[in-house]
């Protein structure tokens, strides 16, 4: 074992992982147990293997996409973009950016150069987005952007994600949800934010519903989602010379991997690793998605369903959309349910002659071994050729 190995062990086990302990050994193939910190990320057990239900196939999906023209897709855009900033795409930029923050216990990422933090601040309710830069010696011109929703980054994943995406050469920007926080502090009943409102009174921010009572003819709180996102790429616009955006999202955040892209064009890639689904998957499952706020939200979802959605963000010349699916996550509802819709989007996609949509399905119930497949996928996107992640 030589002494970089001996390093990368080392450093890793430090911030709490076993990522090093296994990053040491010369095979990949392992028990599950042994597999699980490598594993994507997880919901409580409902089902122990996948399942397809007859109702999901009732709905005519081609009757119910409702984009046949790059016209219409624009037009779905403005609407879209004027329901949630009740006016044009923002073009601000964040409003407190501090450079080069000390690493801190991000200096035990053997990749990772300077770190800069874009913070936000909506009545007390405080997100952070960091941008880590490489330190690779031939940085790619690339930057992947990594949505955790409201996992932590030191969820297995995306540290896993993070650390390798550092390490081949790519600088990584990281957005969490609005009610989570990157550095696993999420909010205590104690000092969560509280809100006035007129109609209902002083509103403590526990849950993310509670966004449904703060909608009005003025304020979106899907702004909170999508902030972030769309004001850290102003900043990065202005001051980087990035020759695209890739956005990676997860669970929660393959919410925003799918709506961000529908919205903004300068992204070129967009992954949703178990994407939201049309409701007439989610409605005839044992699926949880219904409680979230953003997914559920029905004066948005009526401008565009998650189908358009999925050709929006598909579309423009370069562009893809893809779906990574894990039939074989014992933790998971669904997996089969791109079956009902993936062709039938794909083919809409076709017919607009820019762009491109693809569903990716991982059967494999190694979890370490889904978890490389994934980067290599979403690696040879971004390159336009095959990528092998070595291991």
Known sequence: MNAKFVLICFVIFIIGFPLGAQFAKSSVTSSLDDLKPYGLPTNPVKSPVPVVKEEWFLTNVSQIIKINSPEDIEKKRAELIQYIWKGDFPKGKPPLIRKNVELGQYKEFVGVKSLDIYEFNWKSLKSQVYHFKTRAKSPKPYLIIIHIGNKPLSQSFHLFFTFFSLRAGFDVLVIPSPLSSIEDQNLTYSSVPAINTPSFGYLGLTDQNVFFLLEDNTFSPLQLYLDPLALSLNLI?????????????????????????????????????????????????????????????????????????????????????????????PHRYNEDGYKAYADEVARRVKTLDEGDFETRVFDNKQQKESSVLVLEQIYSDIEGKEINVGW
């Open 237 to 329: 616009d202005q001051q980087y010379n990035y020759t695209s955006y890739h956005l990676v999202g997860s669970f929660d955040g393959a919410w925003e991997a799918t709506v961000y892209p529908a919205l903004d064009p300068r992204i070129k890639t967009s992954h949703a690793i178990y994407p939201p689904l049309p409701f007439f998957i989610a409605t005839n499952s044992d699926s949880t998605s219904l409680r979230n706020y953003e997914y559920f939200h029905p004066e948005f979802t009526k401008l565009a369903n998650y189908l358009e959605l999925y050709v929006m963000a598909s579309y423009g010349k370069g562009r893809k959309h893809m779906h990574l699916i894990d039939r074989w996550n």
